[in-house]
């Protein structure tokens, strides 16, 4: 009887031996035959992202990348389906499981970029315009509404230098016809809100900017026109949309 207890003890023993060395040898084929090699999410992420990079066509792009537990999304807006694509096919470094590419295809995304830039340059270009509109309006102002016996003097001054140059053609400054057209500007209604640039060479303006529509392009040419110094106006200013 101590015998065979002898014996199937160690029978089970082989068993559970050749259990466990079939395991390892199957763990081991898989290991093999995938190929996989175990990379945390982060440092895909930084692999995926930096193939994104060096590609000249999505370099400028806003592309999202998120990783967990090596499945990776894309978000974000691409010009093309070809950009989306390449996107795609740039995120399937090794250790990605799978990817999903939710990237949004927008064939308008330059123009917008352009639109912004514009809308910048403009924002940029009123701010600076305002001091120097700002002193003449209040300049103009205080002359008109009599705020000191000074303050006249210095405008009954300007109105016989204004005429002089009317009468007999006595030069005045490129600077002062750019503030006087810019002050006369500040207080059409139908100008207001709007970006003209205002520039005077030899007593010739030429005006420069976007506006709504052709009956504000033509205002500002005949305020322009009528203002003292004024011998020419080149109008360049473009109406939106034409």
């Known amino acids: 009887m101590s015998h065979l207890k002898s014996v199937m003890t160690a029978a089970l023993v082989g068993v559970v031996l050749v259990g466990g060395l079939t395991r390892e ?3 081991a ?26 590609s000249a066509t999505l370099a400028p792009r806003d592309i999202d990348v998120d990783v967990d537990q090596g499945i990776v999304t894309l978000t974000g807006r691409v010009r093309t389906a070809t950009e989306k694509a390449r ?6 470094v090794s250790g990605v499981s799978s990817v999903k590419n939710r990237i949004v295809v927008d064939p308008k995304i330059d123009q917008s970029r352009i639109d912004a830039a514009g809308e910048k340059t403009k924002s940029g270009l009123t701010k600076a315009v305002d001091a120097t509109v700002s002193a003449a309006k209040k300049t103009k102002e205080a002359v ?34 750019t503030t006087r057209v810019k002050a006369d500007f500040s ?5 207001q809100d709007t970006a003209i640039d205002v520039d005077t060479t030899d007593h010739v303006v030429t005006l420069r900017g976007t506006v709504a529509s052709s009956a504000v392009k033509e205002r500002a040419a005949e305020i322009a026109r009528s203002t003292d110094g004024v011998t020419r106006v080149v109008n360049q200013i473009v109406v939106r949309g034409q």
Not at 87 to 92: E, F, V
Request: glycine share 14%; hydrophobic share 35%; no cysteine.
């Open 25 to 27: 040898a199957s763990a």
């Open 29 to 54: 084929r898989q290991i093999a035959t995938s190929g996989v090699v175990s990379v945390d999410d982060g440092t895909l992420q930084s692999r995926i992202a930096e193939n994104l990079k060096k």
């Open 87 to 92: 996107a795609g096919r740039l995120a399937k």
């Open 144 to 177: 008109q509404t009599g705020v000191g016996k000074s303050e006249q003097g210095v405008g009954t001054a300007a109105d016989k230098t204004s005429d002089a140059v009317g009468t007999v053609g006595v030069k005045v400054s490129d600077t002062s016809v």
């Open 187 to 191: 207080g059409e209604k139908l100008l």
